[in-house]
């Protein structure tokens, strides 16, 4: 049971440049994964905490509808807004500048077997990093990802979540609003709920904040959670 993480920041990279990678990532792991079972001394299988910013992106994952796309494809042309079609979990979503992006490709057999689990453990590692910065990150019941003010009218959404599994392999994974432009939301239906607003550190806390510095945050709290020390 391999329980090291090896921390990779790809800097800012397109969006399908960056799923590719992940992909190869993924595969590679579930390759290992079944090949392991015909050795005598299974290899351990790797885990990745990669850490990501995209230019103007808008994905779709496959429970998501397109009439949730507020926007023409021709309008996003324009406005040089990229669409996918994604195979994660959830609806639609944005990515863009001042944003960080994470995408843990973990084999959940060095850690816990359980996709419900690993969702709430992301979720956790999230609601530390806000607090870090006196922020109460919360749960919404039924709706993934970290929310503030949740059950009242002012309830907001600050980090996103999505992931795909296959033989306890993860890919794709949290995106936390830090000093993105959320303006960009308003051409879609985020995450397929039409009655809550979306957040930023730098919207809730009036200030801009370091990217690196939530990234060390979240990478602290992660190996926290997860138990984990790095590669």
Do not use: C, Q, R
């Given at each position: 049971m391999n329980k090291k993480i090896t921390l990779i920041d790809w800097g800012l990279k397109d969006y399908k440049e960056a799923w590719e990678e992940q992909e190869k990532l993924f595969q590679s792991t579930?390759?290992?994964?079944?090949?392991?079972?015909?050795?005598?001394?299974?290899?351990?299988?790797?885990?990745?905490?990669?850490?990501?910013?995209?230019?103007?992106?808008?994905?779709?994952?496959?429970?998501?509808?397109?009439?949730?796309?507020?926007?023409?494809?021709?309008?996003?042309k324009e406005k040089h807004i990229s669409f996918y079609k994604v195979n994660r979990g959830g609806d639609i979503t944005y990515h863009g500048l001042g944003q960080v992006v994470g995408y843990p490709i973990l084999d959940l057999d060095n850690f816990s077997p359980d996709i419900h689990q690993y969702l709430r453990s992301l979720e956790e590692v999230i609601i530390l990093t806000l607090a870090d910065y006196g922020i109460k990150g919360e749960r919404s019941k039924g709706e993934t990802g970290v929310w503030i003010e949740v059950g009242t009218p002012h309830a907001r959404k600050i980090c996103a979540m999505g992931v795909r599994a296959s033989r306890w392999v993860t890919m794709h994974g949290f995106a936390l609003n830090v000093n993105t432009d959320l303006s960009y939301f308003n051409y879609i239906v985020p995450c397929g709920i039409a009655d809550k607003a979306v957040a930023s550190l730098e919207g809730e806390l009036g200030h801009q904040v370091s990217l690196q510095e939530v990234r060390e945050r979240i990478t602290q709290h992660f190996l926290e959670v997860f138990s984990a020390t790095l590669a």
């Open positions: 579930i390759d290992l994964k079944v090949a392991n079972k015909n050795l005598p001394l299974p290899i351990e299988t790797p885990n990745y905490l990669i850490f990501v910013e995209h230019p103007h992106v808008l994905t779709l994952g496959k429970s998501g509808v397109m009439e949730h796309l507020l926007m023409s494809e021709e309008f996003l």
